[in-house]
């Protein structure tokens, strides 16, 4: 066997601050490159992380080259390092406060410098400017797509590193309780494919009554398509095996929902609207998949378990108000059929119609149906007379042995989706549907600001029990009957004002 002897280990000798080895015929050792072993993506180990970016400048080769230089002579290496530091003014001043975010590293560094951002303080403007309030995923997104952040880690890294920060400075300041309590939350509720997005999108998000006034928070769509390291899409899967993924998916649902209801908590804008809710999980969707056999009895009483609690223990689930936008199963059929979301595929008329039944007993009182009583929700008689004409018969108080305790006589606003509008050419309909939302969030406004106006004229405001026959149209207790096109129509409360105050 062969025996290493020293004959064969070569004499080492420190140079400078360098390890390197001596051979015959070498050159002068403070002329050699350090072995790879000492080198970090082209750049010297123990140099500080400063300098070591100043050094890298990013990418490999421009990091091998600014090396050469240095290694061709005492000279080259101040000019390299003169020229980078007045092409990035302070850069260095805030570059080390950025390496002690984390994800933040020499690459990420010169991307960061290079977009502007010379320190921690213009991050955070960033974030108070553009993402407060928001989903952490925007800014994800934005250091991803607009800074070029690789590695999704590294920017989830940054964003809640800046995230905390900021909270961190709010604390002890009035600024988010004020926020806090004078913010209100709408949820925007309706069938598949009603033209939620839509409105969210054309009419909140492009109107002068509107885009100054309003965050929108869409439904969480994307993470149903996307759970865990395997990009498992859980909407896909409960479309296809409905029996076997409703109870996972409605839980997950839940989940996502007080997720995105805690990361747009702190927005500054008066009014968030939220894109569906956990009330439309519970009141619409979780009794269709019950009723359709494919939760079980023993799911349901689970779901319901922690269902209560948690809501009671979160009210920033509980919404100011419903905007629930209304159009026929068949519209909505249509609509969803030009779309063609992949997963929808399977979704029958049936089952919108199954939906359009539940948003109806929930969110349009005048339609509730019921054990043989309709219970008859009005806005008080004293409030009635601020109202703008746009919206005054299209409000109504949600309230039933139904409905979950927590959103009893919270106010909703229905508005018409029924016909397919033009957004880009039809303007004035665009505004009008601004200005109804404007309308409900001022009115939704005052009774918060004086809820002690709510038991003024008390007895005038009080619902009162309708009966409702098998056949025909309404029947009051000991009075006349109601013409059955007042109870299909929305101008049903007006006409029911006119015989409860006779």
Avoid at 305 to 324: A, R
Avoid at 474 to 488: D, Q, Y
Wanted: charged share 30%; aromatic share 8%.
């Amino acid at each position: 066997m062969h025996r290493l002897t020293t004959a064969h280990v070569p004499a080492l000798r420190l140079v400078g601050p360098l390890l390197l080895a001596a051979r015959p015929g070498a050159a002068n050792p403070s002329r050699l490159r350090p072995p790879p072993w000492m080198r970090r993506g082209g750049v010297r180990r123990g140099l500080c992380s400063v300098d070591a970016a100043r050094l890298e400048g990013g990418d490999k080769s421009d990091g091998e080259d600014g090396e050469k230089r240095v290694a061709g002579g005492g000279g080259s290496r101040p000019a390299v390092l003169d020229r980078r530091q007045r092409s990035r003014g302070d850069a260095a001043v805030g570059s080390g406060e950025l390496l002690a975010i984390p994800g933040v590293g020499p690459r990420n560094l010169r991307k960061l410098v290079d977009k502007g951002f010379d320190g921690v303080a213009q991050l955070k403007k960033l974030y108070r400017d553009k993402f407060f309030g928001k989903s952490n995923e925007k800014m994800v997104e934005f250091l991803q797509n607009s800074v070029g952040i690789i590695h999704k880690n590294h920017a989830e890294s940054i964003t809640s590193f800046i995230k905390e920060s900021v909270d961190e400075e709010l604390k002890g300041t009035d600024t988010p309780n004020l926020s806090k309590n004078k913010r209100l939350t709408f949820c925007v509720e309706g069938n598949i494919s009603v033209g939620k997005t839509t409105f969210l999108q054309r009419i909140a998000n492009e109107t002068i009554e509107l885009r100054d006034l309003v965050e929108i928070v869409p439904e969480p769509i994307a993470k149903w398509q996307d759970v865990g390291p395997d990009h498992f899409n859980i909407l896909d899967a409960f479309y296809a095996e409905p029996q076997r993924y409703a109870y996972t998916f409605q839980n997950y649902v839940f989940v996502t929902r007080v997720m995105q209801e805690k990361e747009s908590s702190s927005g500054i804008k008066p009014l968030r609207l939220m894109e569906r809710s956990v009330f439309s999980d519970r009141m619409v969707f979780v009794r269709a998949v019950h009723e359709a056999n494919w939760m079980n009895e023993m799911e349901i009483s689970i779901y319901d378990s922690w269902f209560d609690p948690v809501v009671s223990s979160l009210p920033g689930l509980i919404p100011d108000g419903f905007i629930y936008l209304r159009a026929s199963p068949d519209t909505c059929h249509k609509r969803m059929m030009v779309r063609k979301r992949s997963e929808e595929g399977g979704v029958t008329l049936d089952y919108l119609r199954g939906l359009h039944e539940k948003h109806e007993s929930w969110l349009l009182p005048s339609k509730g149906q019921g054990s043989g009583v309709l219970s008859v929700s009005q806005v008080p008689l004293h409030m009635e007379a601020s109202l703008p004409p746009d919206i005054r018969d299209r409000i109504f108080y949600l309230e039933g042995d139904h409905m979950h305790s927590s959103i009893q006589k919270v106010p909703a606003l229905v508005l018409d989706c029924e016909h397919d509008i033009d957004f880009n050419k039809d303007i004035e309909a665009k505004r009008q549907y601004a200005r109804q939302v404007a309308e409900f969030f001022e009115f939704v406004k005052k009774k918060k600001e004086d809820p002690s106006a709510e038991s003024i004229d008390s007895d005038k405001s009080t619902n009162k029990q309708i009966m409702l026959p098998h056949r025909g149209g309404l029947w009051l207790p000991e009075g006349s009957p109601l013409p059955e096109s007042a109870l299909n129509s929305l101008d049903f409360r007006r006409a029911m004002s006119s015989f409860l105050s006779a």
